[in-house]
């Protein structure tokens, strides 16, 4: 049995969500996993949330444009370089079993709340310069 395109349709924003696509959980594991090949290829481009001094690695993790508390009152912590990974691994496993939900939905909902803001002041602008 072939694959029927008539099942295709555009895909329109925000029914990644709703269809099952990326969970604010997904998208913390993917940014862990990024920070692991960044970690293992030192040379590859990307953003790294993570610094190396002499042998310790300090690192924190974001989701909505904060960070996430990983420690109690702290944010950013501290392991030997050697640790690095095991210690991002740990997280991984913290956030798969939903330990991490209420900071992941609270900065989404921050998160959301400053794009709906900022989204509200460009129209407010492109209103008053149509308006001229």
Same mark, same amino acid.
């Given at each position: 049995? @072939?694959?029927? /395109?008539? %099942? =295709?349709?555009?895909? $329109? #924003?925000?029914? &990644?969500?709703?269809?099952?696509?990326?969970? +604010?959980?997904?998208?913390?594991?993917?940014?862990?996993?990024?920070?692991?090949?960044?970690?293992?290829?030192?040379?590859?481009?990307?953003?790294?949330?993570?610094?190396?001094?002499?042998?310790?690695?300090?690192?924190?993790?974001?989701?909505? @444009?904060?960070? /996430?508390? %990983? =420690?109690?009152?702290? $944010? #950013?912590?501290? &392991?030997?370089?050697?640790?690095?990974?095991? +210690?991002?691994?740990?997280?991984?496993?913290?956030?798969?079993?939903?330990?991490?939900?209420?900071?992941?939905?609270?900065?989404?909902?921050?998160?959301?709340?400053?794009?709906?803001?900022?989204?509200?002041?460009?129209?407010?602008?492109?209103? @008053?310069?149509?308006?001229?």
């Amino acid at each position: 049995m @072939g694959f029927d /395109l008539k %099942l =295709l349709k555009p895909a $329109t #924003k925000g029914e &990644v969500a709703v269809t099952g696509g990326n969970t +604010a959980r997904d998208e913390v594991l993917a940014l862990i996993e990024t920070q692991e090949a960044l970690f293992a290829y030192p040379k590859a481009n990307g953003q790294r949330l993570y610094e190396i001094t002499d042998d310790t690695v300090t690192f924190t993790l974001r989701y909505g @444009g904060k960070a /996430l508390t %990983l =420690l109690p009152n702290e $944010t #950013k912590v501290s &392991v030997p370089k050697d640790a690095f990974v095991g +210690a991002l691994e740990h997280y991984k496993a913290e956030v798969g079993k939903g330990s991490f939900d209420p900071q992941l939905e609270k900065n989404g909902a921050a998160s959301a709340s400053r794009k709906a803001s900022a989204k509200a002041t460009r129209d407010a602008k492109k209103a @008053g310069a149509l308006a001229k």
